[in-house]
């Protein structure tokens, strides 16, 4: 967990400084949402899950925890972007406004918690990495599907990146709540 979170704040400053854009307001989306993904992908290893013995006897019920872990996880992601954005405020720049952080945020955390449904803790990066990447090397269109399956650099307030990132965390929160990690 500290690497983890050293990883996304090493990675939230180094994308400060690189990201700069001279005042010019919200710039290039990719930075904020490579920011985002290195978060998320630094911290899909804690979704690896306890032991199944400890599982089976816990007097509290993991399906609440595992969802609280995914949430928070996620809301980590979007609060170090927004602090370190906060701590340069002053030099006038800004890599995203709040509403395209935390929808990304979001989308990005239900896939990591997808990956983790799907094929265990140790590769729940697999899949923002590959959407990430998809993105970034995707011809722009404007249909629907396209807009859809580039929704993490969408502008804030886009209803296909609004409602594909909705979609991707009630997805994978609910199947990594309810199966928990694959073994």
């Known amino acids: 967990m500290p690497a983890s979170f050293a990883a996304l704040a090493i990675g939230a400053a180094a994308m400060r400084v690189l990201g700069g854009d001279g005042g010019q307001g919200a710039g290039d989306p990719r930075v904020p949402v490579l920011v985002l993904a290195t978060g998320v992908m630094a911290a899909s290893i804690g ?47 800004s890599m995203a406004d709040a509403g395209f952080v935390v929808r990304d945020s979001a989308g990005l955390t239900g ?8 094929s265990g803790g140790r590769y729940a990066w697999t899949l ?9 090397f995707a011809p722009a269109g404007t ?15 886009a209803a296909a990146g609004t409602w594909t990132a909705v979609l991707l965390l009630g997805v994978g929160t609910a199947a990594y709540a309810l ?5």
């Open 47 to 93: 979704l690896s899950g306890q032991d199944l013995a400890l599982d089976r006897t816990a007097a509290i019920r993991w399906v609440p925890r595992r969802a609280a872990h995914v949430l928070l996880g996620g809301a980590v992601v979007a609060a170090v972007l927004v602090a370190v954005q906060g701590v340069g405020s002053g030099m006038g720049t």
């Open 179 to 183: 199966a928990g990690p694959r073994r």
């Open 143 to 157: 249909g629907t599907a396209m807009r859809v399956a580039t929704w993490m650099l969408l502008p804030a307030g």
């Open 128 to 136: 923002p990495f590959g959407w990430l990447s998809f993105s970034f």
């Open 111 to 118: 896939l990591a918690a997808l990956g983790a449904a799907l």
